[in-house]
């Protein structure tokens, strides 16, 4: 307890303390669809802004336009502002060039940037989309090519080895945005850091200054990519709390609960302050659930840390058996189904006849269930609409490997495969990349499972998805040390496609 008291008087000195030592921090700009018309960007500055500003126009010598709103807002432990702005107005599939006010020191990007709005929903272009999951702070504060007492000799990058944020700006012109549904930094991951001995010279008292220092690193490193993509976020466990609700030291046998953290470093304040999907727009809650059309497909953003509702308590909610305590945060207790089902109804899959969901926790998985991986009780709240509706994919990470398995209604192999399933098809991609790296798949594979890399390929990646037509779409695993595809496969649903004709690539 007088632990916890030491961070609560040091919180609200953050900003002031850490402006003129961690200087070296970027604006971390970032963007996100706000439909086919708008465009959210979003930066940090080291003081609150009483107009946050973005100067655009369509060449970046005449940004003769501009946006601006009153938000600049912060938390306890932050050491910046974050500052979001609404551009609109705007044509779809259209270049734009930006600049936002004040921006701080950047190594890593040129000003003015660049956007592409998003494509208005029935055009049939091809198109590529990155998924990223479970990926953290890359560099000696996270993954590198040394690590702490604990850490597997495989899970370490090789001396000159290409990481996955390397492997994202590389391929930057291979796809058209960034969906992430959950797990980035693993910044909760200091104490542990601090324990195996990878951060020396780090006591208790810092935790809550590494911690948003190990958040600020990996929003830094991400510029490249976030400047000029649009990053649809989405809630994984480690951004719930700053020791992701727990922590049991072997070293000196000492367990940590989120008692340790500081307020701003609970209840996923983060991911509530940094950024700004478009629930707004869609109906959603927060970052939590939302969805967007995005030409040929309409994507849908889940929540599998809080807000199950229909009677069952959510891994990180109160009493959930991850000990983070957040949550819930939708309106009422069946908020986030009751919407799914809406949204899903909704869909005119004569412009988007794709509808790919994302989540962060898994439950179709060849893995023995002993750390609330894999998510029964999502597989009871979501599979059923996912059913009913005809959800083509979900995508999800948790687990920190790659296992792409057969469509599957109630655990029943689809027998069509991939030629035209009537049941969604499942991927699991949770091997970007963090201090702890890869994990092991079960010795014995799940009759569903068809293709996957462990902690015994040691090998990164990230996963791309390629929209040929409305009836063919590629799923690719990247290696993130080379960029080679490790694993592709075609889904084919046999529809015929009535909207505006597919133009030459």
Not at 98 to 119: C, E, Q, W
Not at 155 to 181: A, C, R, W, Y
Not at 184 to 189: F, G
Not at 439 to 456: H, Q, V
Request: hydrophobic share 35%; net charge negative.
């Amino acid at each position: 307890m007088l632990l916890f008291t030491h961070f609560l008087a040091i919180a609200p000195l953050a900003l002031s303390v850490m402006a003129g030592r961690d200087d070296m921090i970027n604006s971390q700009v970032r963007l996100a669809y706000v439909g086919d018309t708008a465009m959210r960007v979003s930066w940090n500055t080291f003081d609150k802004l009483a107009n946050p500003t973005v100067h655009y126009g369509l060449a970046a010598n005449n940004l003769c336009y501009q946006a601006s709103s009153h938000e600049s807002v912060t938390y306890n432990t932050s050491l910046t502002y974050n500052n979001h702005v609404t551009i609109k107005d705007l044509k779809p599939d259209t270049q734009y060039y930006y600049l936002p006010s004040h921006l701080l020191h950047d190594n890593a990007t040129t000003p003015p940037y660049s956007f592409r709005t998003s494509r208005s929903a029935g055009d049939m272009t091809p198109y590529s989309a990155a998924v990223i999951i479970d990926m953290g702070t890359m560099g000696p504060r996270g993954l590198t090519t040394s690590a702490g007492q604990t850490v597997s000799p495989n899970n370490i990058l090789k001396p000159g080895e290409q990481n996955t944020v390397q492997s994202l700006e590389k391929s930057l012109d291979s796809f058209d945005f960034m969906l992430h549904p959950g797990d980035y930094a693993y910044a909760d991951a200091w104490l542990k850091e601090m324990a195996e001995g990878f951060l020396p010279n780090t006591t208790m008292n810092d935790g809550w200054e590494v911690y948003e220092s190990i958040l600020n690193d990996y929003f830094d490193e991400m510029t490249p990519m976030t400047t000029t993509k649009p990053w649809m976020v989405g809630a994984g466990n480690h951004e719930a709390n700053c020791i992701c609700g727990g922590y049991n030291d072997p070293f000196n046998h000492v367990k940590y609960n989120i008692s340790v953290c500081s307020p701003g470093q609970t209840n996923f304040t983060g991911l509530r302050t940094h950024f700004r999907m478009p629930s707004d727009v869609s109906g959603g809650t927060e970052n939590f659930w939302y969805s967007f059309d995005h030409g040929m497909v309409h994507y849908i953003m889940l929540d599998t840390e809080t807000d199950l509702g229909n009677g069952f308590i959510s891994p990180d909610e109160l009493n959930g058996g991850e000990g983070d305590h957040a949550g819930p945060f939708g309106a009422y207790t069946n908020a986030q189904t009751d919407w799914l089902e809406k949204d899903l109804a909704a869909v005119d899959r004569s412009k988007t006849p794709w509808v790919i969901a994302a989540g962060h926790r898994p439950w179709y998985l060849s893995l023995a269930n002993i750390t609330h991986t894999i998510c029964w009780t999502c597989k009871d709240v979501f599979e059923p609409l996912f059913l009913k509706y005809g959800v083509d994919l979900y995508i999800s990470g948790h687990a920190h490997f790659y296992q792409r398995s057969a469509p599957l209604n109630d655990s029943v192999i689809d027998p069509n495969e991939l030629n035209n399933p009537s049941a969604p098809w499942y991927i699991t991609n949770g091997a970007a990349g963090h201090y702890d790296g890869l994990s092991k798949g079960a010795k014995e594979p799940k009759p569903y499972e068809r293709f996957r890399l462990d902690e015994n390929d040691a090998t990164y990646g990230w996963s791309r998805l390629t929209f040929h037509n409305c009836t063919h779409m590629t799923h690719e695993f990247i290696a993130s040390n080379n960029n080679t595809v490790l694993d592709s496969a075609t889904l084919f649903k046999d529809r015929s496609c009535g909207a505006k004709a597919c133009k030459a690539n």
